[in-house]
């Protein structure tokens, strides 16, 4: 009787993670991250306060988590095919992102302002959001020099943060980031001397 409960209370868990991480992303879009609180989520998800700090420590780590997953939808780590170029995944990756941050950047705008503010924050941002993404970048480059496809003398950790640069900054700055976006950055990475 016991396993029963246990077992039938799973789906309503993962039915509550769902809808907390839903309501998490509607009011980051629609507010920011400084002025989304835990009771607010709690409110637009149907859930009690204490329901979110059963899985989560802090905001922080739940607003992560939820962007993350959203963000994996529509920038999961590139696959390396057989007979696509380095080049090419490169570019075909950062459509992906530039498609996930034009329809959803507003939420990745506020954080990036509320790590400027709360050093905690940006610890934990960078640990769980942006490395993983620069490593993605990082380990298509470092595969393309492997391969030949970029020189032995490429700084990939320097190429890596031009990319990201490149992009933050668009993103900021609302500036378009689109498949010529995308294409532009990664002709620079890939242009051949001479």
Sequence with gaps: MGEQKRMGGRPRDA???GAIKAA???LLRENGYGAVSI??????????????????????????DALYEETGRY?????TECGLSFAA???????????????GG?????LI??????????????????????????DILARARQC??????????MLSAFVHGAFWYALLNDDPMDAAFAHAITTEVFRKNG
């Design 89 to 103: 995944q490169l570019e075909a990756f950062l459509v992906q992102v530039f498609d996930h941050l034009t329809e």
């Design 148 to 157: 030949g496809e970029l020189a032995a003398d490429r700084d990939i950790g």
């Design 39 to 64: 009771a607010a989520i709690a409110a637009e998800a149907g859930v009690a306060r204490q329901t979110l700090y059963n899985r989560w420590n802090a905001k922080a780590d739940l607003v992560l």
């Design 24 to 26: 998490t992303l509607k």
């Design 113 to 138: 302002a509320a790590a400027q503010e709360d050093p905690a924050f940006r610890k934990v941002f960078k640990e769980r959001f942006v490395r993983p993404r620069e490593q993605m970048i990082t």
């Design 75 to 79: 920038a999961a780590a590139p696959l």
């Design 15 to 17: 039915e509550a993670a």
């Design 106 to 110: 507003g939420p990745v705008r506020s």
